[in-house]
Each structure stands twice: as C-alpha cells, then as structure tokens.
C-alpha cells in the first residue's frame, strides 16, 4: 500500500510519517482537510525526467497543481511551466518563472491572454485555431508551436484524451498545414508542432505511435511547405499509480523511449533531430501529495453498506466524480491495525455522488480518526469547488522533518467577501 503513497512516507508506531513528520501533528498544526506535499518525490520526479533527456527542455504543467512554492521548487531543477490561461501565467511570473522558460497553451485564449504572453516574452505560444494566428501576430507574439492532433486514440479515460481527430484542441493535419503558412506569412516565427496525447497514460504505445506520426508529417511538412519543425513539443501524459495494482512506466523509461524514438524516426525520414520539449504535470507532483481528512460520521445502511464520511470530499477533489478515478486510503493514526471490513468514503457533500473510494478496507473508523488519501497531489486543489460554500483546504510542504504552508486554508470570510 505504501508504493502509492510519497517516497518519504513510513508507519512509525502505528502512525503515517510523511517528510519525516505525524500524521497527527501535521493536522493538528494545519487543520483538515489538508494536501501534505512531499519535497523529495517531487524534487525526485524533477530530477529524474531530467536526467533521462538532458536536451530536452521540460515544462511543469501548472494545471496539475499551480503554487508559487512549487514553481520555484520546479524551476530550481531547471523546469519551465507550461500555462494555460492568465491566472496560470501570473501565478508564474510570480514565482518569477522568466518568459523565455514559459509556453503559453489555451484552446480559447483571449486577446488579453496573447497580450499578456507577448509582454512577458513568451518562449512559445502554442496556436489552438485559424484565428489565432492573426490575434497572436496583433499581440506581438514572437515565436509559436502549432498545435496538431494525429488521431491517437489513448487508452485513458476520454475527458482526458486530446490527440484524436475530433478533440477540441488542436487542429487537424491538413488546418495544420495551413496553419503553419499563414502562421509564416503573417511574420510569425514558426519553431514547431505540439501534441499532447492524453493524461494518466499507463504504457508509452500512444506515444510511440505519435512520435512515429510526428515524423511522418514533419516529412510532409518539409514536402509540401518546404519547413521542418525545429521543436517537437509531446506534452505532458505520464500517468501515476492510484491504487496498489497496474504499475505505469517510470518516468526514466517513458521518456527514454521517447528520446529514442524520436530520434530514430526522424533520422528515418532524414532531418535534423528537433528540440523536444515535455510538460509534465501529474507525474511531477500527483504522487508527492496525500490528502488528510478527518473521519466524522460512521454509519451502517440497509445493504449492510458502510459509510465512513470525512470533512472534505467532492469540493476539494472531484476526480471520482468526473473520471471514475479510484483512489485508496489508510487510517493514518492506526495504520498497523488489521482491517474488520469494507468502507465506503463519502464527503460531507449535499450529492449522493459524493463518495470518494467504494470498498475500502480499514479498521472500524472512529469519529476523530485520520483518513490518509494518497496520489492526490494533481488535479485536485486545482479543481477544487465551494461546492455548499466549503472553503478549499490549505497545502503544506515537508521535508527533512519540517512542514511549510504554501497555500493557506480558504475561510468561510474570503467565500463571503465576494458577495455584493
Ligand atoms: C497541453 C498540456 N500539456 C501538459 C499537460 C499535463 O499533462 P499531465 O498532467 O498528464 O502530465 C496537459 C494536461 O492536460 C496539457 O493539456
């Protein structure tokens, strides 16, 4: 069970450690719900998907989990950010991310979004649309990518599948094509193409065989525009493991099979080798983080059904409710004790689709008990809703024994202050 938690996390009597500190402590100080950042599994992740493509430039998807702290933590391992609207943009340049280390995405970016990329000297923009490209060119964007979609059908859930023909981002190959013309005509430097397969990939096919498509169509694009991609930018889409069960590549072997392939594909069709850039966001910091709730009510139901309900649940993460995402989970402050059955997690939401893990099995929850949610360290806080005017929890980061803030707990007072 402990392979889906941080790598720091240990039981020490009886107790879930995480950074080298209690579970109970870290509740105590910060209240629940609360994210717990590991450091080390993120710093880990960082270091490893540079280490296993040194050339590459890699981009921290800030859509999986956007904090000051963490951008600058990232950025000291030499990571860019990937954004992908104006809050994202901002929350970078606050974390002093300087431009020439930002790409700049939105299948729907306002005038206001392109100004504010040109003025902050954007690395790239990845054109989304035809239209785009004028707007893009009025705003005194430099330099772009042009988003394309290979028909790639991941195997991933599909609200989380964006490289088949179809998907709302992106263009089609032949819009591609003209995209890239008028892109060059309008006096757009063109680097080169994006494509972002999906997200929670558990093997590399789909990124095989778009490497292999890319390819082809840079062939094509030499052929028929008499230009190359200079820079082939695959997105993020490392899944990360949820639930003890099927395991997903390592970060080294996912992109190691990358790097090779790109390279031989491309030597096949005889052009240069590209600049790769990858956006990782979920395999940075999804297993980093554990989501501590406290248990309040524990009932039994007809159906000899289990509840055990927390403090948080569908507001702060509402994965279960939009992917099916599974999760698992502990009683941190009773973490040795066998189990005496099966649980239903439930939040403390007005939704009957408000349950968090179905069939979980735990010692008998009492009130008061600490419930360990691990793997929740992307796309949750970032998604989270007031949803019956819940405040969203705060997030801290430990390391080496120390907890620090790095977003405080939402109160009921900054969810009134918007009210006029
Ligand atoms: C363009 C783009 N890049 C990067 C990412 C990050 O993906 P992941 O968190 O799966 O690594 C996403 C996620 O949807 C994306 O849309």
New binding site residues.
């Given amino acids: 069970m402990l392979e889906v938690f941080p790598e720091t996390a240990a039981v020490e009597d009886g107790e879930l450690t995480i950074g080298g500190l209690g579970a109970r402590r870290l509740a105590a100080e910060f209240g629940t719900p609360l994210l717990v950042y590991d450091e080390r599994t993120m710093l880990e992740a960082a270091r490893a998907y540079r280490a296993a493509a040194p050339n590459a430039f890699i ?1 921290y ?1 800030v ?2 989990f956007p904090n000051v702290s963490v951008l600058r933590l990232l950025a000291g391992e030499g990571l860019g950010a ?1 954004v ?1 609207t104006l809050g994202e943009l901002t929350i970078a340049l606050r974390a002093e991310i300087p431009g020439e280390r930002l790409i700049v ?1 939105g299948n729907n970016k306002s005038v206001e979004e392109l100004d504010a990329a040109a003025r902050a000297g954007a690395w790239l923009v ?1 054109i989304d649309a035809p239209d785009e490209i004028e707007l893009a060119a009025a705003a005194g964007v430099e330099r772009v990518l042009v ?1 394309t979609t290979p028909g790639v059908e991941a195997d991933t859930h599909p609200a ?1 599948r ?1 490289a088949h023909h179809g998907s709302k ?1 992106g263009l089609p190959p032949v819009q591609t094509l003209e995209a890239i013309g008028r892109a060059r005509d309008v006096g757009l430097e063109v680097a080169g193409l ?1 494509v ?1 397969i ?4 558990l093997d590399d096919s789909a990124a095989i065989e778009t490497v292999e498509w890319l390819a082809g169509f840079a062939e094509r694009c030499r052929r028929e525009l008499d230009w190359a991609p200079g820079v082939v930018d695959l ?5 990360i493991q949820y639930v003890p069960g099927r395991v997903p590549p390592s970060i080294a072997e996912f992109v190691e099979t990358i790097v090779g392939n790109l390279g031989s594909q491309w030597d096949s069709v005889d052009l240069p080798r590209p600049q790769l850039v990858l ?6 910091v ?1 297993r980093a983080g554990v989501t501590l709730y406290e248990v309040g009510a524990v009932k039994e139901v007809m159906g000899s059904t289990k509840y055990v309900a927390v403090d948080g649940g569908m507001s702060d993460n509402p994965r279960p409710q939009l992917y099916q995402a599974q999760y698992t989970g502990l009683l941190a402050n009773r973490a040795t004790e066998p189990p005496n059955g099966n649980y239903v997690v439930c939040g403390k939401h007005c939704e009957s689709g408000d349950v968090m893990i179905r069939d979980l099995p735990l010692p008998e929850p009492r009130r008061g008990d600490l419930l360990a949610v691990p793997s929740t360290g ?2 949750t806080l970032t998604m989270a809703s007031n949803y019956n005017l819940v405040p969203r929890p705060a997030a801290v980061l430990v390391g080496d024994g120390e907890a620090r803030l790095i977003r405080r707990r939402e109160t009921i007072e900054d969810l009134l202050d918007l009210e006029h």
């Fill in positions: 981009a998807g859509k999986a990937d992908a995405h990845v988003r989380i964006t981002f994006h972002h999906g997200s929670q990939l997105g993020g889409g490392l899944g956006e990782p966001g979920r395999s940075i999804g992307a796309y």
